[in-house]
């Protein structure tokens, strides 16, 4: 990630629709990431746990796009907190989602796979990062996506977040959260 100013970086991303899970990841462990989004603001509350609930990290982050606009690049800034500090922020009103986070590598590609759960159960994204738009747009979509949702505001976590179940599954059997139909189950 580059670095802009004192403490944001660039974070170059991509987000793709999973289809399947691939087989492989039946064996790996995944880490629990409960996100809660702060009401009218850019920023999120995050707890990291590993498969036996320790916790491993507690953040709070502002993301946003830059100037351009682009869907592929974003603003990052991390803040790592202690407990105590977690718990004073987490007082705050906000939309939170929950998701199991498997790393996967593909074709010499490290992905994160998302499987949410709640009210999100069902739905399945994987991220890839890279250091340069280069080698981010080198990354072809992987087999066991369906499509690329970088560019659709939908698949963002602060809207997510945001949704219903009720709004969630309206969303797909309506098609409006794809540009093509949803994956069969």
Not at 47 to 75: M, W
Not at 117 to 144: C, N, Q, Y
Not at 162 to 168: D, H
Request: net charge negative.
């Amino acid at each position: 990630m580059d670095q802009v100013g004192k403490y944001a970086c660039i974070e170059r991303e991509r987000r793709f629709w999973v289809k399947e899970l691939p087989c492989e990841l039946v064996v790996c462990s995944a880490r629990r990431i409960t996100d809660k989004y702060l009401d009218n603001s850019r920023l999120r509350l995050r707890k990291v746990e590993d498969d036996e609930g320790n916790i491993i990290a507690l953040k709070l982050t502002q993301k946003y796009p830059l100037e351009s606009a682009s869907p592929y690049h974003r603003l990052i800034t991390n803040l790592y907190l202690n407990l105590s500090e977690f718990e004073q922020l987490a007082t705050l009103a906000g939309d939170t989602l929950i998701k199991q986070r498997y790393r996967y590598n593909w074709q010499g590609f490290r992905f994160g796979i998302d499987v949410f759960v709640g009210k999100l159960s069902g739905l399945m994204l994987a991220e890839v990062e890279a250091p340069t738009d280069t080698e981010l747009f080198s990354i072809p979509v992987p087999d066991f996506a369906f499509q690329e949702v970088t560019d659709n505001a939908f698949f963002t976590g602060g809207n997510l977040a945001r949704l219903t179940a009720a709004e969630f599954q309206q969303a797909f059997q309506s098609g409006e959260c794809s540009e093509g139909a949803a994956p069969s189950s």
